[in-house]
């Protein structure tokens, strides 16, 4: 048993020195819908294989529907592979990556001979699919990764034995300013679509002058064509209590726009008092908006506003992003690497005596 042990360590020894340990990103099935979490496995994906990394996005069937509708070629075309087809065995060198929304495929995966790690784009799912009085290292997971300090704290607060790591978020190169002015359209992006029928109901009930004025809801549109219309809009609305770190709003600056939002639940580490107009209460958003729209008709907007928000969306660039995930990762393949190690040393007849196959390492 152990020279068979011994072997398998070895091989994933070779493996993980080597790059060859594969990465595989659990993802969800968004049936062609645009989902922004999803774009981040992407996205993460394509930079790990830039790095030299072996990395994958896993899904559970077969008939998983193409994200090339919504997504860059070149990040939809990043390799995947399928659970359901079993075209793949999971070996001890690699790594699973599961969502906190995946936590139904917690007990399938506890069994797996590789380590796995939760990853948190927003801790409000995090009990969503686990049973009551269950927690991540009861599967035998004891890592997590997340997209920002705020997060990995809130994390940390709910999961005490998991150890919490995040990445570096970036805003992609296609949220840009408009070429041409801003037209009278205000952009909504809220997670729940009555919240947007109803500022947009309310706006014009509260500022009838205001009806030759278009609102454009953002959701379920592909990144190049939510781009598009943001940066062509004069003001952005955001409402999302349970964000876990607030895209939409950076995005909106990066285009220059202006935002109106409400302070989620757990504050971004990003928000300040300066760069954008934000309030605690739902209910006073459409007044904040009316008057800014005022604002904005009688060119009235603070130049202030605008340095402030090209100054808070400046770190958020990919070259961060990708140094921040290949740094990770190449501390993750070092970890496993001195792991392996060890548990090679372990197995050893004589103690502190490296067996003869190591020395061929």
Same mark, same amino acid.
């Given at each position: ?9 070895? =091989?994933?020894?070779?493996?993980? =020195? ?131 300090? &705020? ?5 940390? #607060? ?28 205000? #952009? ?12 947009? &109901? ?8 205001? &009806? ?49 939002? &409400? ?72 970890? =496993? ?25």
């Amino acid at each position: 048993m152990n020279e068979q042990q011994i072997a398998n360590l070895t =091989k994933a020894l070779d493996d993980i =020195k080597q790059k060859n340990g594969r990465i595989f990103f659990l993802t969800m099935d968004t049936k062609g819908i645009a989902k922004a979490a999803i774009a981040y496995h992407y996205e993460m994906v394509k930079a790990l294989n830039d790095s030299g990394f072996k990395a994958f996005i896993m899904h559970e069937k077969d008939d998983y529907q193409s994200t090339e509708s919504w997504l860059r070629t070149d990040l939809a075309s990043v390799p995947h592979v399928s659970i359901e087809s079993k075209d793949v065995k999971v070996q001890v060198s690699d790594l699973v990556i599961i969502p906190e929304v995946f936590g139904h495929a917690l007990e399938q995966t506890k069994t797996m001979p590789c380590e796995k790690m939760i990853f948190c784009q927003s801790y409000d799912y995090i009990f969503e699919t686990l049973p009551p009085g269950m927690t991540w290292p009861v599967y035998n997971v004891h890592r997590a990764l997340t997209t920002s300090k &705020k997060q990995a704290e809130m994390i940390q #607060s709910l999961m005490p034995n998991v150890q919490v790591q995040h990445i570096d978020m970036f805003i992609p190169e296609y949220f840009k300013k408009h070429e041409k002015p801003q037209i009278p359209m205000i #952009s909504v992006h809220t997670r729940d679509p009555r919240d947007t029928h109803k500022i947009i &109901k309310s706006f014009y009930v509260k500022f009838p002058q205001y &009806k030759w004025i278009t609102f454009r809801d953002l959701r379920n549109l592909s990144r190049e064509k939510f781009s598009e219309d943001l940066s062509q809009s004069c003001i952005a609305v955001w409402v999302d209590d349970v964000s876990g770190f607030g895209t939409f709003p950076l995005e909106a600056m990066k285009c220059g726009i202006p935002v109106i939002g &409400k302070v989620p639940n757990l504050h971004p580490e990003w928000m300040t008092e300066k760069n954008g107009v934000w309030t605690y209460e739902y209910n006073k958003i459409v007044d904040l908006l009316g008057s800014f729209v005022n604002k904005w008709l009688e060119d009235e907007v603070p130049q202030e506003l605008y340095d402030e928000m090209a100054k808070t969306v400046e770190p958020y660039n990919q070259d961060k992003f990708t140094s921040s995930v290949e740094t990770l990762f190449e501390s993750i393949r070092n970890r =496993k690497e001195l792991e392996i190690r060890t548990q090679l040393e372990k197995l050893t007849p004589v103690a502190g005596e490296v067996t003869p196959t190591l020395e061929k390492l």
